[in-house]
């Protein structure tokens, strides 16, 4: 497949299993542009990611994922309907949170984070990371 040719910084996320985390993106609105078998490039909402099969390691455990991708986009709702049963519970919905961020965490493959935060919200650390990491701990650890 071809090289999209965009202009920007792009996540590369691991996969335990990529044709699985390709079909979730997909659900999000993405499509998948360019890439080779163990690496995929998928372009949606004005934004790129990248997937990679995942080798063998320690985070390759979804209770252990670090991983976390934002897609900032005026979209918000649009992709919530898309994946409602896939939102991050309490919650549950976008919302404005605290310091007038408007956005909404969804649970991803392999314990990934995706946080959708509309365009001109204030991305601050403090208490809202609190409140989505607790949230994010839980869904993990009810996930499998």
């Known amino acids: 497949m ?3 040719s965009t202009t920007g910084a792009f996540a590369i996320v691991p996969c335990n299993d990529l044709p699985g985390a390709l079909a979730f993106w997909e659900r999000l609105g ?9 690496y995929y490039i998928l372009t949606g909402w004005d934004c790129e990611v990248h997937l990679t099969q995942a080798g063998s390691g320690p985070w390759s ?4 994922n670090l991983f976390g991708v934002f897609i900032r986009t005026s979209d918000v709702d649009a992709i919530a309907t898309r994946v409602d049963d896939l939102i991050i519970r309490p919650g549950g919905v976008p919302r404005h949170r605290e310091r007038g961020l408007y956005e909404c965490g969804i649970a991803g493959p392999d314990g990934l ?3 959708v935060p509309a365009h001109g919200s204030v991305v601050t650390f ?4 609190t409140e989505i990491c607790n949230s994010v701990r839980g869904w993990r650890s009810t996930a499998n």
């Open 30 to 38: 993405f499509a998948r542009t360019g890439g080779d078998g163990n």
């Open 126 to 129: 403090g208490a809202l990371e």
């Open 61 to 64: 455990v979804p209770e252990t």
């Open 2 to 4: 071809p090289i999209p």
């Open 113 to 115: 984070l995706v946080r």
